[in-house]
């Protein structure tokens, strides 16, 4: 059975850098920071100093605030997110219509803010005090189930919960469902909100996080002189439809989506596999599924988390997968402006590399100061680069050994 193209015609997102796409992906070519002083928590208690924060956002512009209070943070991230990419598409979605449009929004952690100020009010106010929205408020799914609600949406309704891999693993499944034929349409990426007390101190206690208390330099993935990543939330949300249905309607689109690899490192709970092996599969596996050849790839907007074992091994795994060609590959992490945002970033780092073909430009990786002599690639250091692309890909790698790979294509009808 013949393949049907996957075309993106709808781009939303909530970013340290802007609550808005459009004000993202101009912070990203310029080369700005999300990233400054940890506000939201009392940053004395907490070797990590820094966070990139979203910054004056307010769900009531989205919905009322009595359906907001029955949500986490993270949930209304994703809302909105989706909101501004449905608007984006011109999509709407009616009786004909809805059980053909789904929905496949990925989290890492869900509602972990509603789950700390829950246990508050257990331990202050007793048992009969908790809300009876607690539950749904924390599921990782709710971001899906309540896009869902909100457009009507009655195709397939699912959650990838795969670590940092989510974003991307939630974008290739929703893929897969339009590609085989079970769906028309799919709003889909990621959602996060984890800077939280609790969700801070676990990736403080398991040394994860920078202790870089410049914002300036915090992150900086690839440079010899990294250490630990910057914790990070939001959401990114694409419109994923059929090409012909896509076209039928006029909408216009953004990029293609040609292919999708995930692998498991059988390896270790927090560690990438030796080598990054399994993310070396993961993206043979997309370049596989796109048939192409691995030197047709331009870009690679990379995992880069700026934490010592990710980026070595991934560099590792680019020129294991590439050969020679790894050296004219330009590879950035876009995490250098917007931190990591965890099951999140695959979605934003979709749209990213959609952009990137779109207007053919490589985004920078920012604070790139001292060489990593393990680290030898071009990495697009501190300044944005126009570059011709036809291929480009996106890679996501999560604690629990999850990898996923998307490849896109330059869309030209």
Same mark, same amino acid.
């Given at each position: 059975?013949?393949?049907?193209? %996957?075309? $993106? ?18 912070? &990203? ?5 999300? %990233? ?22 307010? $769900? ?15 949930? !209304? ?20 219509? +809805?059980?053909?449009?789904? #929905? ?9 803010? *509603? ?7 257990l331990n202050t106010r007793g048992v009969r005090r908790i809300s009876p929205f607690f539950v749904p408020m924390i599921i990782p799914d709710m971001a899906s189930g309540q896009v869902s609600i909100h457009f009507g949406a009655k195709g397939i309704n699912s959650c990838s919960v795969t670590a940092c891999a989510s974003g991307t693993n939630s974008i290739g499944d929703a893929f897969k469902v339009i590609q085989r034929g079970d769906a ?5 990426? /990621? ?8 969700? #801070? ?9 920078? *202790? ?5 330099? =915090? @992150? ?10 910057? &914790? ?12 012909? !249905? =896509? ?11 040609? /292919? ?6 059988? !390896?270790? &709970? ?21 048939? $192409?050849?691995?030197?047709? &790839? ?7 988390? @700026? ?7 991934? *560099? ?23 931190? !990591?945002?965890?099951? +999140? ?48 890909? @996106? ?19």
């Amino acid at each position: 059975m013949e393949k049907r193209r %996957v075309v $993106i015609t709808g781009i939303g997102g909530v970013t340290p850098l802007g609550n808005t796409i459009e004000e993202t992906w101009e912070a &990203i070519k310029a080369g700005k920071s999300g %990233v400054g002083p940890l506000t939201r928590l009392d940053s004395d208690q907490y070797p990590a100093k820094v966070a990139a924060e979203v910054k004056d956002f307010n $769900i009531e512009d989205y919905i009322e605030r009595k359906e907001a209070r029955k949500m986490d943070r993270f949930t !209304h991230y994703a809302l909105a997110a989706s909101i501004m990419a449905m608007k984006d598409s011109g999509l709407v979605i009616d009786e004909k219509n +809805a059980p053909r449009t789904g #929905v496949w929004i990925g989290s890492g952690i869900g509602g972990m803010e *509603t789950i700390e100020n829950q246990m508050d009010v257990l331990n202050t106010r007793g048992v009969r005090r908790i809300s009876p929205f607690f539950v749904p408020m924390i599921i990782p799914d709710m971001a899906s189930g309540q896009v869902s609600i909100h457009f009507g949406a009655k195709g397939i309704n699912s959650c990838s919960v795969t670590a940092c891999a989510s974003g991307t693993n939630s974008i290739g499944d929703a893929f897969k469902v339009i590609q085989r034929g079970d769906a028309d349409a799919m709003i889909t990426g /990621g959602a996060e909100a984890p800077i939280t007390r609790l969700a #801070v101190a676990g990736f403080t206690a398991n040394t994860a996080l920078t *202790t870089n208390d410049d914002p300036t330099t =915090a @992150s900086r993935p690839f440079d010899k002189n990294r250490d630990g990543f910057v &914790i990070g939330e939001g959401a990114g949300i694409i419109i994923l439809e059929e090409y012909e !249905h =896509a076209v039928a309607r006029g909408a216009k689109i953004y990029a293609e989506i040609t /292919g999708y690899g995930a692998t498991g490192d059988a !390896h270790h &709970i927090t560690a990438p596999a030796p080598g990054g092996e399994g993310a070396a599969r993961a993206m043979e596996q997309a370049i596989q599924d796109s048939a $192409i050849q691995p030197d047709e &790839i331009g870009y690679i907007n990379a995992h880069g988390t @700026s934490t010592p074992y990710n980026d070595l091994y991934e *560099t590792m795994a680019v020129k294991s997968v590439f050969g020679e060609h790894a050296y004219d590959l330009a590879i950035s992490s876009t995490k250098s402006m917007t931190g !990591h945002l965890l099951g +999140a970033a695959g979605g934003i780092e979709a749209i990213f590399t959609a952009l990137a073909l779109k207007e053919s430009v490589l985004p920078p990786t920012m604070n790139y100061g001292t060489p990593d002599e393990e680290c030898d690639l071009d990495y697009v250091p501190n300044e944005a680069r126009e570059k011709e692309l036809t291929y480009a890909l @996106s890679n996501s790698l999560g604690f629990g050994g999850h990898n996923a790979s998307l490849v896109f294509k330059k869309f030209e009808g």
